[in-house]
Every structure is written in C-alpha cells, then in structure tokens.
C-alpha cells in the first residue's frame, strides 16, 4: 500500500479486503449454481429439438443439473465452514 495514505483509511481498507478474501469463496457459489443448470437446460433443450422428443431430454438434463450443482453447493459450503472453523481453532466435540 502506499505510504502516503492516512492511518485510519489504510485500517478501511485493510479491513474491506480481509472481508472480501472471506466472502469471496461464498459469492460465486450461486452464480456457479444458475450456470451449472442452465447450461444442462441447454443441452436437453437442443436434445429434444435434435431428435424430436418432446421435452424428455430437457427434463432429465435438467434435474441432472439441479441436483449436481446442489450436491456441489452443498459440499463447497460445508468445506468452506470447515476451513474456517479451524481457522478460528474450533473443534468438535463429541456428545457421549
């Protein structure tokens, strides 16, 4: 950073980049999910136009792609609060 930025806003922006380095793992999650499933849309769409199936095609691509991009957010989120639990030193403990 440059020296010549006061104190107090060198603390600002110290602290918005520590926040944006936390969320920024969170943020893409759901832009990946819309993604993920258009694009399998996509596919049974051009199927089901290509071979004249109705909408048979469309809808398998489509809760292929929902239900993988789930599984993968649902993953993803636990890893990420993983991470961040031992970061913070936190650990389990088992209720007997």
Same mark, same amino acid.
Do not use: C
């Given at each position: @950073?440059?020296?010549?930025?006061? =104190?107090?806003?060198?603390?600002? @922006?110290? #602290?918005?980049?520590?926040?944006?380095? #936390?969320?920024?793992?969170? @943020?893409t999650l759901g832009i990946q999910l819309v993604i993920t499933i258009l694009a399998f849309f996509g596919i049974g769409y051009w199927l089901d136009h290509h071979f004249?199936?109705? =909408?048979?095609? @469309?809808?398998?691509?489509?809760?292929?792609?929902?239900?993988? =991009?789930?599984?993968?957010?649902?993953?993803?989120?636990?890893?990420?609060? *993983? *991470?961040?639990?031992?970061?913070?030193? *936190?650990?389990?403990? *088992?209720?007997?």
């Amino acid at each position: @950073m440059p020296e010549n930025i006061p =104190s107090r806003a060198r603390r600002e @922006m110290l #602290e918005q980049q520590k926040a944006l380095q #936390e969320t920024g793992p969170y @943020m893409t999650l759901g832009i990946q999910l819309v993604i993920t499933i258009l694009a399998f849309f996509g596919i049974g769409y051009w199927l089901d136009h290509h071979f004249h199936s109705g =909408s048979l095609w @469309m809808i398998i691509f489509t809760s292929f792609g929902v239900v993988s =991009s789930l599984t993968y957010f649902i993953v993803t989120v636990i890893g990420l609060q *993983k *991470k961040e639990d031992r970061k913070l030193g *936190k650990t389990e403990t *088992k209720v007997r």
